[in-house]
């Protein structure tokens, strides 16, 4: 992790790397980009389970970051996919899906299930990498709150 992957493809001063941010940069990027606030205790323990990420770095900054969670055999969750407003319909979003399933069919064994769930439009990125509705099970979640 940590070494350039992609080359300069698709805009020369965007860099894709093997690594994922850290907890406060993470935090910061995906409020920037308008997915949900996690706590500083979440986000922490968030970023440490974190099997495999990249982030998209312009002059140094991070702009865009994606990673893959699970248990490392039976189940992967692609999570976290973000880029900044003013960084985005540059096909980063793109980069960092290429290289989260390149790195899922180099990693994950056979008979693992990836997921993900798509907000919006995004479902459309996400059928290119093989991603379909699936019409087997609904997906169902819950957010934490406050414990009083």
Known sequence: ??????????????????????????????????LSRKSADAAARGVAGTLY?????????LVGMG????????????????VEPAH???????????ALDTWLRANAPETAHVALFAD???????AKYGFVENTKSVGMDYVVRARR
């Open 1 to 34: 992790m940590g070494e350039e992957h992609g080359g300069h493809e698709a805009m020369a001063d965007h860099v894709l790397v093997e690594r994922f941010p850290d907890a406060a940069a993470y935090a910061r990027l995906r409020a920037a980009a308008g």
């Open 53 to 61: 990420g990249v982030s998209v770095l312009r002059d140094g900054e």
């Open 67 to 82: 990673r893959i969670v699970g248990d490392g055999g039976c189940f992967f969750f692609v999570v976290d996919i973000a």
């Open 88 to 98: 985005q319909r540059r096909g980063l979003g793109k980069r960092i899906m290429a």
């Open 120 to 126: 919006g439009e995004a479902r459309h990125l996400y």
